[in-house]
């Protein structure tokens, strides 16, 4: 087991919910809100890095296997006395494979970080904002996201270099947008509503 919880208590719809410490089931993740798998191999199949959670959604873990020694190895672990809210678990290899990027909301919002494998993590963003649908540019040097810095309700897309720290506000709309890049990375496709 990677983790276990503290017995806590916590008001989920006006009731008190008491957690136990006891062993619990640990899933891979897979939500009907997510875009994404589970499982990602780095570019070239190296290594595996795994999205897990606990069964009863106060845990979730971002792991990688240790082939050799055929185990789980943890590389950050979300805890939430509530509810561990997935629609901000996105997550993928950084180039050479021997480092990651993930959303975690561990400061009370969804933000960016990377992490060298067994080592601390170092959060890229931070703010009383959320960051979602992060990807990595195909050279490996940015990362591109949606961000609602000015408002709750607006979304606009933000580049972050990852070299500099350097980030980038790409759009000033008013409203909602989603994103995608075309494969030559030269152009960007936005479905945007207000």
């Given at each position: ?5 503290k017995a ?63 185990k789980l ?122």
């Open positions: 087991m990677l983790a276990s919880v806590e208590n916590a008001k989920r719809d006006g009731k008190t919910y008491q957690s136990k410490k006891a062993p619990r089931d640990i899933l891979l993740l897979n939500d009907w809100s997510w875009d994404q798998s589970a499982i990602r191999w780095n570019q070239d199949g190296s290594q595996v890095a795994v999205m897990l959670k606990a069964w009863d959604n106060k845990d979730r873990w971002l792991a990688t296997v240790d082939f050799k020694a055929k190895l943890n590389q950050h672990r979300l805890h939430d006395d509530a509810w561990v809210n997935y629609d901000f678990n996105n997550f993928g290899w950084l180039p050479g494979g021997q480092g990651l990027y993930f959303l975690s909301e561990e400061s009370g919002y969804s933000h960016l970080y990377t992490k060298a494998l067994n080592s601390k993590a170092k959060k890229l963003t931070a703010g009383t904002f959320e960051v979602s649908d992060p990807v990595l540019s195909k050279d490996g040097r940015s990362i591109y996201f949606r961000a609602n810095q000015s408002h709750p309700g607006i979304y606009n897309l933000h580049k972050l270099d990852l070299a500099s720290g350097q980030q980038q506000q790409l759009t000033s709309l008013t409203g909602n947008l989603n994103y995608q890049l075309s494969p030559d990375e030269s152009k960007i496709l936005l479905t945007y509503s207000t």
